[in-house]
């Protein structure tokens, strides 16, 4: 019933940029807080970025500064926007979202993207 569809990971040298995409569709009553995840090989899924409704921002301290989260509400899209890339920063990446859908619109669930790789070179 929702789908969340990631784009924009690649291979970039370090100091370059990036920008992710994801776009959620289907049966969406509303849409609250937005998220962006990451995974390195051998490490648990982080917490990279997160933006409310309204636009409040939230980042994890070794991208802040150099990464910006934004939303489109009335796409349903949700931003990030990567600059001065390190190496540290090959993971895949997830976009995440808290959905009401329309068949149980009292019922708040989080829904995934199916990811997309980022890697950085030296």
């Known amino acids: 019933q929702v789908q969340l569809v990631e784009s924009g990971g690649g291979l970039v040298q370090a100091g370059g940029s990036l920008r992710l995409s994801c776009a959620a569709s289907?049966?969406?009553?509303?849409?609250?807080?937005m998220g962006w995840y990451r995974q390195a090989p051998g490490k648990q899924r982080e917490l990279v970025a997160a933006?409310?409704?309204?636009?409040?921002?939230t980042y994890t301290d070794s991208v802040r500064g150099r990464f910006t989260i934004s939303r489109d509400n009335a796409k349903n899209a949700v931003y990030l926007q990567m600059n001065s890339l390190k190496p540290e920063d090959t993971a895949v990446y997830y976009c995440?979202?808290?959905?009401?859908?329309?068949?149980?619109?009292?019922?708040?669930?989080?829904?995934w993207g199916q990811g997309t790789q980022v890697t950085v070179s030296s």
């Open positions: 933006i409310t409704s309204g636009g409040t921002t």
């Open positions: 995440n979202a808290e959905i009401r859908t329309s068949s149980y619109p009292t019922l708040r669930q989080y829904y």
């Open positions: 289907g049966s969406i009553f509303s849409i609250n807080t």
